[in-house]
């Protein structure tokens, strides 16, 4: 193996280590919260030495961060992919479908909850939920400015508006599967689709 | 003061020690988690002695269960309020501007995704969650339906997820409020009322 290929060969490693790490640390703190999940318990749910995830996070907060940042890649990854379509509204209203898969995932929900929760208490935590969501919602903006095509453009506030009716529309959705295990999904969906094309259209 | 006065202000009396209890343990939980908060810590908190908490609620999950329902029960008010109007969907959709002003209660709605957040490791407390969304959602479908006047019934299906569709518009409202302190509120009021009115009426 060359020096490059080795590289990228420990590249890879530390990442599948850091994904383990992440694995591991989601479901402590889904069982234990963050703060009955402390780095020794994660370390041991990962399979390492304590000084081996130190090695790749700083700390706890670092942990959390790197999850939401999970996160924020996927929300965007998925936001992105209508943005080559001819005609982005409809794209991000066939979209939907997608989304409401996403939204649907109960583990992914329940750590929002639990990161949310500790937002109130710790003002690191706090700022990291403020600012992950702005890239997400910025591009959002973008999406709904460049899909009105012949239509009239929009004061900034109004796409903001447009843009945070539609993240309430996912994360409310996202509460409600928690709340209510029994979603009639098939029948949500079209009134999802309708809701966003109203809101986009308007 | 006779049997009865005495009795009525005993009873005004015990009401208000509750709500001491709520108020102190709503505080305690914002501030520690349900973990950190022990009956001791709440007891402290309301200015009493542990024994006395006990003497109103038997546990910690008697306490979210009391908060949780002072919630529900405020929920269930403003959906009750709207029933005697004439235009029973008109009265729904003016209703918005009330339901925005409760989900941007920060302080609730830190307490809300504690209580998910502890539901998501507590089966007493999940159960609890799930139970105490029924009644208020099932208020929500039969206004659903009364509403329909004219316009032809509704498949039981289709009302629940038109429910839903308006139960995750403010909660999701909720969650945005938690994520972005400069929700652009005037903006929005008019796109939550025209998915509700779409979600009502289509």
Known sequence: MNKVGKAEGEGSKAQARREQILAAAHACFLQSGFHGASMAVIAKAANMSVGHIYHYFENKEAIIAAIVEQDVQHVLSNIRSVRSAPRLYEAMIDKVVEGMDDVMDIGKTALMV????????????????????Q?????????I????????????????????????????????????????RAAILPLMQDCIRLVLER
């Not at 500790?118 to 992950?132: I, K, M």
């Not at 890239?135 to 999406?143: A, M, Q, R």
């Not at 899909?147 to 009716?165: C, F, K, N, Q």
């Open 114 to 133: 639990e990161v949310l929760a500790e937002a109130s208490r710790n003002p690191r935590v706090a700022e990291l939920t403020q600012l992950s969501d």
């Open 135 to 143: 890239t997400p919602l910025k591009l959002l903006c973008e999406l």
């Open 145 to 184: 400015a460049e899909g009105r095509e012949e239509r009239p453009a929009l004061p900034e506030e109004e796409i903001r508006a447009r843009a945070e009716v539609i993240a309430a529309l996912f994360e409310g959705l996202q509460i409600r599967a928690l709340r209510n295990p029994d979603l009639p």
